[in-house]
């Protein structure tokens, strides 16, 4: 069973900046294929940005320029910096790994952008 443990949501103000980090139980972490989603109240989860295990990127349009994703092989972990946050990046935001067509979720963490 592949655990995935995030960090690094909290509030902060509308142009800030936070970073958030998904570590991962499996030295498997560097064959896997790793995004953020993320989940605002009332709405559905939603795709942010995913990482293939040769590193090759993707963004929702909603936060490409804004967001990048990346990740440290050697620290298992999949790192997610969100620049010039709006309000409306207010969500829960999961890490999610596709390993041996097995999905993982992590237990998300809050990000809340206000004033």
């Known amino acids: 069973q592949v655990q995935l443990v995030e960090s690094g949501g909290g509030l902060v103000q509308p142009g800030g900046s936070l970073r958030l980090s998904c570590t991962a139980s499996?030295?498997?972490?560097?064959?896997?294929?790793m995004g953020w989603y993320r989940q605002a109240p009332g709405k559905q989860r939603e795709l942010v940005a995913t990482?293939?295990?040769?590193?090759?990127?993707n963004y929702a349009d909603s936060v490409k320029g804004r967001f990048t994703i990346s990740r440290d092989n050697a620290e298992k972990t999949v790192y997610l910096q969100m620049n010039s946050l709006k309000p409306e990046d207010t969500a829960v935001y999961y890490c999610?790994?596709?390993?041996?067509?097995?999905?993982?979720w992590g237990q998300g963490t809050q990000v809340i952008v206000s004033s």
């Open positions: 999610h790994a596709r390993f041996a067509a097995n999905d993982y």
């Open positions: 499996t030295n498997a972490f560097r064959f896997s294929f």
């Open positions: 990482i293939s295990s040769s590193s090759s990127t």
